[in-house]
């Protein structure tokens, strides 16, 4: 029988990008009972909206994806709120999953908590041997607050919570919103729009040379849900390609399959963020069997495809 067989499963930020992609593998491992929580519906700020969620919604299992998530500049433009919003989401999430008697918790941290001049590639243990990259401290210093809380938990209670933590996520079902998105879909948005406008040029910001580990997102899902069915200890465990790819090579990919045959315009004033970022993946491989499948090109492909797909969906509205 299916590990997934008859539990009752709880997943926030389920209608989101990452979180809509867990849905969608919960569906096809066999999970029939799972509530998506609506921010609409539960403000996961407020401890009583929080202990209301589980009063009507008790699960056995928790998966934890909301968040306020975005690029470097909405970063920058407010970090109070990607710090107080995150920080008090996975605070309030995890404390009465525990006192509702959830039996697992499982969260997606955030790639970035990792310190700026860590080691390449990253490993789990590298975690707090440093400061993280500026720009996005508030919002990853936030999320690596679920990795004391869920030790806290595990030796205090016995409770059981993993933390997956995701290279740059890309694929459907993304923010493409160009004044939030991280690069892959903004990327997509700009050559899909200047093939479909036919202009001349397409402006990237910056130089075009930080490295990043960019992870198909029906992967990481795939991976989550690999965690919560073998995986008993509060630990990080990444969750990604262990792949270098440079922001210069999404930008060609993405040029092969868009069709676009006009000019790259590099924006070298704007800023780059964080020169290189790799994961070590050795332990998801070892200890949940499990390693990301899609090659960059493939995960190019059919997010470009959906994107096209919606916005064609969106016109004939």
């Not at 699960?59 to 109070?80: F, T």
């Not at 290189?276 to 190019?300: F, I, N, Q, Y």
Request: charged share 25%; hydrophobic share 40%; proline share 5%.
């Amino acid at each position: 029988m299916s590990f997934w067989a008859g539990r009752r499963v709880l997943v926030t930020g389920g209608a989101g990008f990452l979180g809509s992609h867990v849905v969608e593998r919960l569906a096809t491992a066999g999970c029939t009972s799972v509530f998506v929580v609506r921010s609409r519906e539960y403000d996961l700020t407020h401890e009583a909206e929080v202990e209301r969620l589980f009063q009507e919604h008790p699960a056995e299992v928790v998966i934890h994806l909301a968040g306020l998530v975005g690029g470097i500049g909405a970063n920058a433009a407010y970090p109070a709120d990607f710090f107080y919003r995150n920080a008090m989401m996975g605070i309030l999430m995890l404390h009465h999953a525990w006192r509702a008697g959830a039996r697992k918790f499982v969260a997606a941290a955030a790639g970035c908590g990792y310190p700026e001049h860590a080691p390449q590639p990253l490993r789990e243990t590298s975690l707090w041997d440093g400061f993280p990259q500026a720009e996005s401290a508030p919002y990853s210093l936030a999320k690596r607050m679920l990795h004391i809380q869920s030790q806290a938990y595990g030796r205090q209670y016995g409770f059981v919570s993993v933390l997956g933590v995701p290279g740059n996520l890309y694929g459907p079902h993304d923010n493409f919103d160009l004044e939030r998105a991280h690069v892959v879909p903004a990327l997509v948005r700009k050559f899909v729009e200047a093939v479909d406008e036919e202009r001349p040029e397409v402006g990237v910001w910056g130089t075009g040379s930080p490295t990043r580990d960019f992870v198909y997102a029906a992967d990481v899902a795939e991976g989550l849900l690999r965690a919560t069915e073998v995986y008993d200890r509060p630990e990080l465990v990444n969750l990604s390609t262990g792949v270098e790819t440079s922001v210069r090579e999404v930008v060609e990919r993405l040029r092969e399959v868009t069709g676009f045959r006009g000019q790259i315009v590099w924006d070298a004033a704007r800023p780059d963020g964080q020169a290189h970022r790799c994961m070590d993946v050795s332990k998801a491989e070892r200890e949940l069997g499990w390693r990301a499948r899609t090659p960059l090109r493939e995960g190019l492909a059919r997010t470009v495809a959906w994107y096209r797909a919606r916005q064609t969906q969106t016109a004939g509205r």
